[in-house]
């Protein structure tokens, strides 16, 4: 089992820019959540997708949008890059969206906005 | 305001130390509760949970938590530790009867000297 894996690893773009960033859930699930980790905090709650659609949203800006698609992999893409879009993304799944179970986390994206 | 607080940014602990992190939370009602560690260059990695029952949770790496309602905490404590527990330790909520959205603390930052 492969687990949850994210591409690209590191990425870096300027600001004003748009950015997308890719995950492949754990197999066996199906719901994917994003998190932003700025350094030296702990991640915050992007959103989350389910059969799709997106279920959850934290409180990030509408320049943060994402997809799912039907394999449950999914995309999260960042318009119109600021300077404090510099940080780690991370992707996590589950079997399914009960807040009971557990989420598995990919190693994360590490984006820099110059 | 709804929190999960972890009151120690930076710990330092000597090799074969017993080790206890804090974390308080501030919710009506008593959520899930989590323990994540996040080694350099890695994703999160579940240590343990609490959902009811037992307050007392085993974790995996020998890694113990207590939970105590009255002083809404959930501290992470191991008897003896080991150099490669250095990493950073994260306590994370999900609300009962909500769907799996995190919320985490900022962090403690484990140090172990030889």
């Known amino acids: 089992d492969a687990g949850v894996t994210q591409s690209p690893t590191h990425l870096i773009k300027t600001r004003g820019q748009q950015v997308t960033l890719r995950c492949s859930p754990k197999?066996?699930?199906?719901?994917v959540s994003w998190y932003q980790q700025a350094l030296g905090q702990g991640p915050q709650f992007i959103f989350q997708?389910?059969?799709?659609?997106?279920?959850q949203r934290g409180n990030f800006p509408d320049r943060f949008s994402g997809h799912q698609f039907p394999n449950y992999s999914s995309e999260l893409n960042v318009n119109a890059l600021l300077l404090g879009d510099s940080a780690l993304y991370l992707c996590?799944?589950?079997?399914?969206?009960?807040?009971?179970?557990?989420?598995?986390f990919g190693p994360g994206t590490r984006l820099t906005v110059l | 305001a709804q929190s999960v607080t972890q009151p120690d940014i930076h710990i330092t602990v000597s090799e074969g130390a017993s080790l206890e992190l804090r974390c308080n939370y501030s919710?009506?009602?008593?959520?899930?509760l989590f323990w994540y560690v996040q080694s350099p260059g890695q994703g999160l990695q579940l240590l343990l949970k609490?959902?009811?029952?037992?307050?007392l949770v085993q974790g995996i790496k020998g890694f113990e938590a207590e939970f105590k309602r009255s002083q809404s905490s959930f501290n992470l404590r191991k008897p003896s530790v080991h150099w490669s527990d250095a990493a950073e330790y994260f306590c994370?909520?999900?609300?009962?009867?909500?769907?799996?959205?995190?919320?985490f603390g900022a962090g403690t930052r484990l140090a172990v000297h030889p």
């Open positions: 996590a799944s589950s079997r399914t969206r009960e807040a009971y179970n557990e989420q598995f």
């Open positions: 197999s066996g699930h199906d719901t």
């Open positions: 997708y389910y059969e799709e659609e997106e279920r």
């Open positions: 919710y009506g009602a008593t959520p899930y």
């Open positions: 609490y959902f009811s029952g037992d307050t």
């Open positions: 994370a909520v999900a609300l009962r009867g909500g769907y799996n959205k995190l919320i």
